[in-house]
């Protein structure tokens, strides 16, 4: 598969590199944010070989690939945009408090599933060999076969991992979403879990809690396994107080006293209040819902395996992950998930009516769709199913929805719950509680036979066939359309001084715009402004120059003085580091002009556009402009 072509193709039918603010990828969806969702061509999407469906959601553009083929189809575009990062950093203010909340508890669970799937099927792996399933009951494998004991104590040890250092992988995933180092998000949740602290797992156990005499203040010294709530807001409060410390901190003492005053202060506010407060408020948020759950039983069981599946169209269904490891890391309490055993059924409900679907249709092209989708969704990914087969028809989507209901129903009456995350379909029984394996199975059946069936009814009662070759002759037709637009960018003094056209540069290279156009500042003070919006891509260490890409693409270079990286860093101090998100007038840097005087270099500073491709750049000079004065307005024209 040339995945080269399929991303220069994919990249063009959403309106080229300069329309693309950011793309990233989960399990099967490529995530985009534009800067012009009306510039996207579906028509020409549909017909690129490994697109399965897309959508779009209050803030992204998301492209349904598949998995196993996403990671890399992204790879290849962030390759062709020159983007390294694998999570989205541009972010449109667009969506209310709580999608952009479900939206941030994605970004910060999504990167962390692997290692929680992968112990949970350990765990679901031990089970199978620990439970009595011979001789009526009351063999094992292991009692039957000794030998490999050894084998399932590894397994065992091995599949408590994540689970136990959970407040590590949130801490290191939460701080860097956050903004911070996540490597000392890593270190606060293995603060967290210190085996100097009481085991969370033993309070109520009738072991003494230890604590500290902090100033007379009474502190438990109780650790954070298995918790949630309290790693994320630790981690949010290390990373605001990180970002503060680095802007305020000298840049000679900044690498020494930041991390220190970062783990001390956080570790302070963890153990003394934040952590007591949340670690409580989890503990209700996990018994309210199991007391939803078992209060409504049945009835609450059918709805939410009804709503499964839209709540997974709109993406809302990433928010579950946070509830779903709260309560998995609780099980001793709520005996596992219900959430998982519910996905299950919905998941394998799409990919029967696909299947049904792949039956009862003479399209060759709709076959082919079928028979790769229908058999993922029984596996757990249901995205191309959905979006490539049952919403386009409807009916099977209805079906599906209605099968997932009944076998969620089924699974409620039977309390059957989940003890580990993993694949949530077919293969999903490895991850169910030993008890809950039989009723599992018979869940599976109730939706597969429930949703075969209905899609069935409904194609035959609604005329699906020829609605299925309406579809697929629609999208072979072609969009020659043309795009065009322009985007408008002003760009402020990024210091108070005189403005003057590149041209008057003293430094050749600058003046002659081998480096692009832009102004030179004759500046009056030694403070240096972000001239917009933007990203700082770099900052050389000598801290006399940097990098600023605005949300529309541009790229800023800011270099003050000429000649002054022959003064190795001297006289400049910097507010901010690679990676950070800026706003417009924010301080970035301070510098000594006089320290660049005596030295015998000259302090202008040139503020130029790397790249003039496409870009009408405006000038204004001024006898006297600062932070707020806008000095260069630049239009992109962009044609497709």
């Given at each position: 598969?040339?995945?080269?072509?399929?991303?220069?193709?994919?990249?063009?039918?959403?309106?080229?590199?300069?329309?693309?603010?950011?793309?990233a990828?989960?399990?099967?969806?490529?995530r985009?944010?534009?800067?012009?969702?009306?510039?996207?061509?579906?028509?020409?999407?549909?017909?690129?070989?490994?697109?399965?469906?897309?959508?779009?959601?209050?803030?992204?553009?998301?492209?349904?690939?598949?998995?196993?083929?996403?990671?890399?189809?992204?790879q290849?575009?962030?390759?062709q945009?020159?983007?390294?990062?694998?999570?989205?950093?541009?972010?449109?203010?667009?969506?209310?408090?709580?999608q952009?909340?479900?939206?941030?508890l994605?970004?910060?669970?999504?990167?962390?599933?692997?290692?929680?799937?992968?112990?949970?099927?350990?765990?679901?792996?031990?089970?199978?060999?620990?439970?009595?399933?011979?001789?009526?009951?009351?063999?094992?494998?292991?009692?039957?076969?000794?030998?490999?004991?050894?084998?399932?104590?590894?397994?065992?040890?091995?599949?408590?991992?994540?689970?136990?250092?959970?407040?590590?992988?949130?801490?290191?995933?939460?701080?860097?979403?956050?903004?911070?180092?996540?490597?000392?998000?890593?270190?606060?949740?293995m603060?967290?879990?210190?085996?100097?602290l009481?085991?969370?797992y033993?309070?109520?156990?009738?072991?003494?809690?230890?604590?500290?005499?902090?100033?007379?203040?009474?502190?438990?010294?109780?650790?954070?396994?298995?918790?949630?709530?309290?790693?994320?807001?630790?981690?949010?409060?290390?990373?605001?107080?990180?970002?503060?410390?680095?802007?305020?901190?000298?840049?000679?003492?900044?690498n020494?006293?930041?991390?220190?005053?970062?783990?001390?202060?956080?570790?302070?506010?963890?153990?003394?209040?934040?952590?007591?407060?949340?670690?409580?408020?989890?503990?209700?948020?996990?018994?309210?819902?199991?007391?939803?759950?078992?209060?409504l039983?049945?009835?609450?069981?059918?709805?939410?395996?009804?709503?499964?599946?839209?709540?997974?169209?709109?993406?809302?269904?990433?928010?579950?992950?946070?509830?779903?490891?709260q309560?998995?890391?609780?099980?001793?309490?709520?005996?596992?998930?219900?959430?998982?055993?519910?996905?299950?059924?919905?998941?394998?409900?799409?990919?029967?009516?696909?299947l049904?679907?792949?039956?009862?249709?003479?399209?060759?092209?709709?076959?082919?769709?079928?028979?790769?989708?229908?058999?993922?969704?029984?596996?757990?990914?249901?995205?191309?199913?959905?979006?490539?087969?049952?919403?386009k028809?409807k009916?099977?989507?209805?079906?599906?929805?209605?099968?997932?209901?009944?076998?969620?129903?089924?699974?409620?009456?039977?309390?059957?719950?989940?003890?580990?995350?993993?694949?949530?379909?077919?293969?999903?029984?490895?991850?169910?509680?030993?008890?809950?394996?039989?009723?599992?199975?018979?869940?599976?059946?109730?939706?597969?036979?429930?949703a075969?069936?209905?899609?069935i009814?409904?194609?035959?009662?609604?005329?699906?066939?020829?609605?299925?070759?309406?579809?697929?002759?629609?999208?072979?037709?072609?969009?020659?359309?043309?795009?065009?637009?322009?985007?408008?960018?002003?760009?402020?003094?990024?210091?108070?001084?005189?403005?003057?056209?590149?041209?008057?540069?003293?430094?050749?290279?600058?003046?002659?715009k081998?480096?692009?156009?832009?102004?030179?500042?004759?500046?009056?003070?030694?403070?240096v402004?972000?001239?917009?919006?933007?990203?700082i891509?770099?900052?050389?260490?000598?801290?006399?120059?940097?990098?600023?890409?605005?949300?529309?693409g541009?790229?800023?270079?800011?270099?003050?003085?000429?000649?002054?990286?022959?003064?190795?860093?001297?006289?400049?101090?910097?507010?901010?580091?690679?990676?950070?998100?800026?706003?417009?007038?924010?301080?970035?840097?301070?510098?000594?002009?006089?320290?660049i005087k005596?030295?015998?270099?000259?302090?202008?500073?040139?503020m130029?556009?790397?790249?003039?491709?496409?870009?009408?750049?405006?000038?204004?000079?001024?006898?006297?402009?600062?932070?707020?004065?806008?000095?260069?307005?630049?239009?992109?024209?962009?044609?497709?």
């Amino acid at each position: 598969m040339d995945y080269k072509f399929i991303a220069s193709k994919i990249i063009e039918s959403v309106g080229g590199k300069e329309n693309v603010l950011s793309v990233a990828h989960c399990a099967t969806r490529l995530r985009f944010v534009l800067n012009d969702y009306n510039k996207r061509n579906e028509t020409e999407l549909e017909n690129i070989e490994t697109v399965k469906g897309m959508f779009m959601t209050a803030d992204q553009f998301q492209i349904i690939i598949g998995s196993g083929t996403v990671n890399l189809v992204c790879q290849e575009i962030q390759k062709q945009l020159n983007l390294t990062t694998e999570i989205s950093v541009e972010e449109k203010n667009e969506g209310n408090i709580f999608q952009k909340s479900v939206k941030i508890l994605s970004d910060i669970f999504v990167p962390i599933i692997p290692a929680i799937t992968a112990c949970g099927l350990l765990m679901g792996l031990g089970n199978i060999l620990a439970a009595n399933f011979f001789q009526n009951g009351t063999q094992s494998i292991i009692s039957l076969y000794p030998q490999i004991s050894g084998l399932a104590s590894m397994i065992n040890t091995f599949s408590g991992a994540a689970f136990s250092f959970l407040p590590v992988l949130i801490g290191f995933s939460a701080t860097k979403k956050f903004g911070g180092n996540s490597f000392l998000g890593a270190t606060m949740g293995m603060i967290m879990v210190s085996t100097d602290l009481l085991n969370a797992y033993s309070v109520g156990t009738g072991v003494k809690i230890p604590f500290w005499n902090l100033f007379g203040l009474h502190i438990d010294a109780v650790g954070y396994q298995g918790t949630v709530l309290p790693v994320l807001a630790i981690s949010w409060i290390l990373a605001k107080l990180e970002m503060k410390l680095h802007k305020v901190t000298p840049s000679w003492l900044d690498n020494l006293t930041t991390p220190l005053l970062s783990i001390l202060i956080t570790g302070f506010l963890t153990f003394i209040g934040v952590g007591p407060v949340l670690r409580g408020a989890g503990n209700i948020l996990t018994t309210g819902i199991m007391w939803i759950y078992n209060t409504l039983g049945v009835l609450g069981g059918g709805i939410f395996g009804l709503l499964y599946a839209p709540i997974t169209l709109t993406g809302m269904h990433h928010s579950f992950i946070a509830v779903e490891t709260q309560l998995l890391a609780a099980k001793e309490i709520t005996g596992g998930s219900f959430i998982f055993a519910t996905a299950s059924m919905n998941n394998v409900a799409q990919g029967a009516a696909v299947l049904a679907v792949l039956f009862m249709t003479k399209d060759e092209k709709m076959k082919s769709t079928c028979s790769a989708s229908g058999i993922t969704a029984l596996l757990g990914i249901t995205e191309p199913a959905m979006f490539g087969v049952t919403l386009k028809l409807k009916y099977p989507f209805y079906a599906a929805i209605i099968a997932s209901a009944c076998g969620s129903a089924y699974l409620a009456l039977r309390k059957t719950l989940a003890q580990s995350l993993g694949a949530a379909g077919l293969i999903g029984i490895i991850s169910m509680r030993p008890e809950s394996y039989f009723n599992f199975i018979i869940g599976i059946i109730i939706s597969v036979v429930v949703a075969f069936i209905l899609t069935i009814i409904f194609w035959k009662k609604f005329g699906l066939d020829e609605e299925s070759k309406k579809t697929i002759n629609e999208n072979e037709v072609k969009n020659d359309l043309a795009f065009s637009s322009s985007v408008t960018t002003s760009l402020t003094s990024c210091m108070d001084g005189k403005v003057l056209p590149i041209e008057k540069s003293k430094d050749k290279v600058f003046a002659s715009k081998a480096l692009g156009s832009g102004i030179v500042v004759e500046p009056i003070d030694g403070n240096v402004y972000a001239p917009c919006d933007g990203t700082i891509e770099f900052i050389y260490p000598t801290r006399h120059a940097l990098g600023i890409t605005t949300p529309d693409g541009l790229e800023i270079l800011i270099h003050i003085g000429i000649d002054t990286v022959k003064l190795e860093g001297n006289g400049f101090e910097s507010y901010i580091q690679e990676g950070d998100i800026v706003k417009a007038h924010d301080k970035l840097l301070n510098v000594n002009l006089d320290i660049i005087k005596n030295s015998g270099y000259s302090t202008q500073t040139m503020m130029v556009l790397a790249q003039n491709e496409n870009l009408n750049i405006e000038v204004y000079p001024n006898e006297y402009a600062n932070k707020y004065n806008e000095v260069i307005k630049v239009k992109k024209n962009n044609r497709y």
